[in-house]
């Protein structure tokens, strides 16, 4: 038999569609199965799916083909467009992206498709080889093209966009293992005068710099070694700035010492061509031996450190050299104990350090010349968690003193890490005698899948930042360079609000407070159907260095 004809409120399930009329028509063909309306098809085999498309004739064709004819799309059983031929595919066959629309911001309209190309069928989730081309056209005239290419172990994307001037921005990173060698790559680029400007996210747009690597690397347990090439410029630049290129080599080994700690070393070199006769390089090495000892109740751990940096270019040369030791002193006490059905730990670890280092440098406000520097501290962890899992937190207080022969200070640090379902934290902050401090601080208050607000707050006077470092366990680099490139505070707020598994709305400011001007602000709603069918996100955005609101929207009718 190869045709059937149904009646009276027919319903067929076809892979995740549902095709339902008052009747059907059923026919084998060498195509697949011819399905004669008028009916209705829905993107799943539930009740009440939100979209829906009335046709006169359908095909389902193998694997999973839905050929749908004199197609009328609906939301909500309202007639939205109309098309003669609409053709639903499966992921693991080339098909067309759903069309996009967006306002963006000085450049106005644009609109814009794409296709989707799988590589190799998908077998399994994260399992996926695909490559989507986009495009899309600015009404004023220009476009924006790009690719995105997706395997187990790579991401890369890339765009062109052009309107009366060019940007093209590239993320690509990914890892391909041969035994005990790897082939690594990296590329954080963003080239071109309108790159700053255009429409990309505002932390790509506020990067310094534009780094590309591309690195060999083998291992053996104890024994890492790496070679490769690596590229560097500012960001967003001309596009015909080629910038710094050249060779690079790390090496870095590590072994055990029978239970009493661990002996560590790395060294990575640089290089690449000069404007002057000579090429310029930065070497940098740094090595540190740990001993661990537990005398009766208390824990003593002492470590080595030495290192140099060194660099030859055009510009004034940084070389620095340092050597020193610290050692701590604590006493852990724990506590474990059953409560609410769950296993408990609080950890409290009064502790002292005594710490000196010699560095001889004329790069950086660390090391000019030969300075001595020594430090004493007291303070205190406290820790309390659920072992096994991600329920823990951490408060930490030390407060001590650094001196040297240029300047004595005394500085209180505070250091918080913490993940929980209502409350997850991670900050530190530095407050020293000459009001010197600098803070680097997240705080999430609520549940992410319920309704949270995140708060980070980052910044640094304009005054020796230096001493404080000494507080943050990062001494003994042979050149430091502050966490921020310049003093000043900037604060970001962020809320999120899910009230229903299918309903999501954000929003968020960031603000630059030393200067009293807004670096973003944004909104977004998201709405995914129960069963998964379909998922639609709307999203507005204002940000520093663009004139304008960018708006978009994106509708999935096979999400993921």
Request: charged fraction near 20%.
């Amino acid at each position: 038999m190869s045709r059937l004809t149904l009646c009276d409120s027919v319903e067929v399930t076809v892979h995740r569609y549902r095709l339902t009329a008052d009747m059907l028509t059923l026919q084998r063909t060498p195509n697949g199965v011819l399905v004669q309306g008028p009916g209705l098809v829905a993107f799943c085999p539930c009740e009440g799916t939100p979209v829906t498309v009335r046709f006169s004739e359908a095909r389902v064709a193998p694997p999973t083909d839905l050929i749908i004819k004199n197609a009328v799309v609906r939301a909500a059983g309202v007639p939205m467009f109309y098309t003669p031929v609409l053709w639903l595919r499966s992921p693991n066959r080339i098909g067309l992206l759903t069309p996009h629309l967006g306002w963006r911001a000085q450049d106005g309209l644009w609109m814009g498709s794409g296709v989707h190309v799988p590589l190799q069928p998908s077998v399994g989730k994260g399992d996926t080889y695909v490559a989507d081309l986009s495009a899309g056209i600015y009404r004023r005239g220009g476009w924006d093209l790009g690719a995105t290419l997706a395997t187990p172990g790579t991401m890369t994307q890339v765009r062109w966009d052009r309107l009366q001037t060019s940007f093209v921005d590239v993320d690509a990173r990914g890892s391909q293992p041969f035994g005990s060698t790897s082939l690594n790559w990296s590329a954080d680029v963003l080239r071109g005068l309108r790159g700053r400007t255009g429409f990309v996210a505002p932390e790509r747009a506020a990067v310094m710099n534009d780094r590309a690597r591309v690195e060999v690397v083998r291992s053996n347990g104890s024994v890492v070694a790496g070679a490769g090439v690596r590229w560097e410029t500012w960001r967003a630049t001309s596009l015909d700035a080629f910038g710094l290129v050249g060779p690079q080599i790390r090496l870095a080994a590590g072994t055990p010492l029978d239970g009493l700690g661990r002996l560590e070393t790395g060294t990575s070199f640089y290089a690449w061509p000069s404007e002057v006769d000579r090429a310029s390089m930065l070497a940098r090495h740094s090595a540190e031996l740990d001993v661990d000892g537990r005398p009766s109740v208390f824990s003593v751990h002492a470590a080595l450190h030495e290192g140099f940096a060194y660099s030859q270019d055009s510009l004034p040369s940084i070389r620095g050299v340092l050597a020193g030791a610290d050692t701590r002193f604590s006493l852990p006490l724990v506590k474990s104990w059953e409560g609410g059905g769950a296993a408990w730990s609080h950890w409290i670890e009064p502790f002292a350090i005594l710490g000196g280092r010699v560095a001889s440098g004329n790069g950086d406000e660390s090391s000019i010349g030969t300075s001595r520097t020594a430090t004493a501290q007291l303070g205190f962890s406290n820790v309390v968690g659920q072992p096994g899992t991600e329920n823990a937190y951490q408060f930490e207080m030390r407060g001590g003193i650094v001196s040297s022969a240029q300047i004595r200070t005394t500085a209180l640090a505070i250091r918080t890490r913490g993940s929980g379902r209502w409350v997850g934290v991670g900050a530190d902050a530095v407050l020293t005698s000459n009001r010197a401090w600098f803070s680097a601080s997240r705080v999430r208050i609520g549940d992410s899948g319920l309704a949270s607000v995140v708060v980070r707050l980052e910044g640094r006077t304009d005054l020796s930042w230096v001493e404080s470092r000494w507080f943050t366990d990062e001494a003994w680099l042979p050149t430091l360079r502050s966490w921020l490139s310049r003093g000043g505070w900037t604060a970001t707020g962020e809320t999120s609000l899910s009230p229903t598994e299918w309903l999501a709305v954000s929003g968020g400011i960031g603000s630059d407070m030393t200067a009293g001007r807004t670096l973003f602000d944004f909104g977004s709603v998201a709405y995914r159907h129960p069963c998964g069918c379909l998922a639609i996100s709307a999203t507005v955005l204002q940000r520093l260095g663009r004139a304008g609101w960018d708006a978009w929207g994106h509708i999935d009718l096979m999400p993921h």
